[in-house]
């Protein structure tokens, strides 16, 4: 196993040298192609989000670990991020496996909330895409 990904294991996760061992051969380099990639769910369209989501507002998750940034992020909502997850995990796939995140997926979602014209309130579009970042 590469060493920047055994110590990110052991920091981020508090992973023992025991359970490192049983790590499946591969997965670091697996792990290394998500490295410093950051997956970006940007709203296109907000209209009386109970959430107080607006456009240009966004959620920044990291790839690697996949956690939201909260520093970067709008107001978090479960009803918006709950529909974000299937493209996000897509892009995630497509990192893992050597291949570009935005390309060859529909990379638009939006809430659960069906807006005032279908029986609901609000509603928010968002564009997702990916972007490699430095690591500092």
Same mark, same amino acid.
């Given at each position: 196993?590469?060493d /920047?990904?055994r110590?990110?294991? *052991?920091?981020? +996760?508090?992973?023992t040298?025991e359970?490192l061992a *049983?790590? %499946?051969?591969?997965m670091? *380099?697996? $792990? &290394?192609r998500?490295? #410093?990639?950051?997956?970006v769910?940007q709203v296109?369209?907000?209209?009386y989000?109970?959430?107080?989501?607006k456009? #240009? /507002?966004?959620?920044?998750?990291?790839?690697?670990p996949? &956690?939201v940034? %909260?520093e970067? &992020?709008?107001?978090l909502? $479960?009803r918006a +991020?709950? %529909?974000?997850m299937? %493209?996000v995990?897509?892009m995630?796939?497509? $990192?893992?496996?050597?291949?570009d995140?935005n390309k060859?997926?529909? $990379? /638009?979602?939006?809430c659960?909330?069906?807006g005032?014209e279908? #029986?609901? +309130?609000?509603?928010?579009?968002f564009?997702l895409?990916?972007?490699?970042?430095e690591?500092?």
């Open positions: 196993m590469q /920047d990904i110590e990110f294991f *052991k920091r981020t +996760l508090n992973m040298e359970d *049983k790590v %499946p051969r591969g670091d *380099k697996t $792990l &290394s998500t490295a #410093g990639w950051h997956i769910a296109t369209h907000a209209v989000c109970l959430a107080g989501l456009t #240009g /507002d966004r959620y920044v998750f990291r790839a690697l996949t &956690s940034i %909260p970067e &992020s709008g107001p909502c $479960l +991020l709950g %529909p974000l299937t %493209p995990n897509a995630l796939d497509r $990192l893992v496996i050597g291949r995140p060859g997926l529909f $990379l /638009d979602a939006h659960y909330d069906p005032l279908h #029986g609901g +309130l609000g509603e928010v579009h564009r895409f990916a972007e490699k970042r690591e500092p």
